[in-house]
């Protein structure tokens, strides 16, 4: 049976980290780290990942934002909005919920954030700076799989890790990060030809392919580190479940350890935003960034 890697436990330890470095900034620099987050319309998951950034911004102490805009706001709307938060010196991270509504380009909405206040780390310069391995601001839940898999393994140089999704969310920055540990990495995705041979070979999986339950145990490397991005909402015996990417029983049967769904890497996503904002802070005031 494969130990299972408590996420929610470890951002609760990486929250307590970022708490004391606020705090540090506000006693030494006078600087309250603030994060902005826009939301344009209605759709339910977002409204609870948005609450949820916000409640615990305000728990680590620093300065939360909600700017909620109608799902007809136009592009100019959205974009004069982005441009308001890059010009206001108390913001210093700003997060647009994707996806935004269909008549709005994202990239462009992306490229408009000050690269210095991009906590998601989706600016085509910040996603250039770590593909060249330049300080970035880096997306939030790729280094929270890499923070999960490194305390769980502790150095990953040389593993073979086999990332399945190719998503600019995920996939594409999770590879790029699990490269610069020094491992051997191959990006697969739903098209790949005979997955679970390429799977097999993986010392480090990291799944996101966004398809229910997909990789099963069979193709997992006895002993292997599987970290589960996937949250799924499906239907089982007349019951609503959230489940990964992974086939949990038959992994957990497998793998050296595992991140579970719920409680593996979901709760790291939010803890890497703060983490994000505080480094992001810390850079344009131009103090030195406490430990966290
Ligand atoms: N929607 C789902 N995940 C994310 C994320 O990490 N950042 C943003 N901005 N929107 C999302």
Known sequence: MAKLIDGKLYAEGLRKRIAIAVAELKRDHNLIPGLAVVLVGEDPASKVYVANKAKQTVEVGMNSWEHKMPADTSEADLLAMVQKLNDDPSVHGIL??????????????????????????????????????????????????????????????????????????????????LLTENCTVTIAHSRSKDLASIVRGADLVIAAVGRPEMVKGDWIKLGACVIDVGINRIERDGKNKLVGDCDFASCEAVAGSITPVPGGVGPMTIACLLHNTVKAAAAIKGVKLPEM
């Open 96 to 177: 647009v919920q994707m996806p935004v509504p269909k008549h709005i380009d994202s990239a462009k909405v992306l490229n408009t954030i000050d690269p210095a206040k991009d906590v998601d780390g989706f600016h085509v310069v910040n996603v250039g700076r770590l593909s060249t391995g330049q300080d970035a601001l880096v997306a939030c839940t790729p280094t929270g799989c890499v923070m999960l898999a490194k305390d769980t393994l502790g150095d990953l140089s040389g593993l073979n890790a086999v990332v399945i999704g190719r998503s600019n969310i995920v996939g594409k920055p999770v590879a790029q990060l």
